[in-house]
């Protein structure tokens, strides 16, 4: 009687055929490197950036409740100058270009598209980003011109906004600079990244500027010169 076969065993210490279909390769190795796969990248940030993004643009837009109107107590002089007013996106923003990572481009477009359609009576309005987030070098701005009739009351309804999403702190007055109107800079931070905010309102705009990964004292130095590359009077 024959002997029944039995198919030669592997020896001892060497690889088994795994479900990669490549002969030899232990589990889990990678068929390129011949060996094991190296860790994954680390992440870049931007989903943070948008989730950040979100916040502000739904406090400022829903939440803050924008009013832009002029009464006849007003001041006709204040009036015909905030009526002057305009904000931009300059090119560069204290030496920082702007940002061409595609998901922030969009971003800075869903900002601006939903502060005009929220405020509608508004002249102008603005989002956008500058730096680099590979870096840690990130600015973002977001702001709206047209005839305020409370600035403070605006920027303080905009600071309070935030506070829950951005986890705002030390938020205090802060030199305005050659526009005039009132400032504040303070502490903030969202989803584990620290945040820099200062928030301005003057008769003719309100906007705000975040610096990510920097602190509430380092976003006040740079406060003054952002400013005046995003607000223009004709």
Not at 71 to 87: I, L, Q, S, Y
Not at 90 to 105: C, D, F, S
Not at 106 to 120: C, L, R, T, Y
Not at 198 to 204: E, I, L
């Amino acid at each position: 009687m024959s002997q029944p076969h039995h198919p030669p065993q592997p020896e001892y210490g060497s690889a088994t055929p795994q479900p990669s279909g490549v002969p030899g390769q232990p589990y889990g190795a990678d068929p390129m490197a011949g060996g094991f796969a190296p860790p994954p990248k680390k992440k870049s940030g931007v989903g943070k950036v948008l989730l950040i993004v979100l916040a502000v643009v739904l406090v400022l837009c829903v939440g803050g409740g924008i009013a832009i109107w002029a009464t006849v107590k007003d001041d006709v002089g204040e009036v015909v100058e905030a009526t002057k007013t305009r904000v931009v996106a300059p090119e560069t923003l204290n030496g920082r270009p702007k940002v061409t990572e595609p998901a922030l481009v969009a971003a800075s477009e869903q900002m601006a598209a939903e502060i005009k359609k929220d405020v509608p009576e508004a002249t102008s309005q603005v989002g956008g980003f500058y730096g680099d987030p590979q870096k840690n070098d990130l600015v973002m701005i977001v702001g709206v011109s047209g005839v305020m009739a409370d600035p403070q009351k605006e920027m303080n309804d905009a600071i309070s906004a935030i506070s829950g999403q951005l986890g705002t702190t030390n938020m205090a007055a802060v030199e305005p600079g050659p526009l005039g109107g009132d400032a504040k800079c303070g502490d903030g931070s969202s989803e584990g990244v620290k945040l820099g905010i200062c928030v301005w309102a003057d008769r003719g705009s309100l906007g705000m500027v975040v610096i990510y990964f920097k602190t509430g004292k380092e976003a006040e130095a740079e406060f003054g010169t952002i400013r005046a590359a995003i607000e223009q009077r004709n």
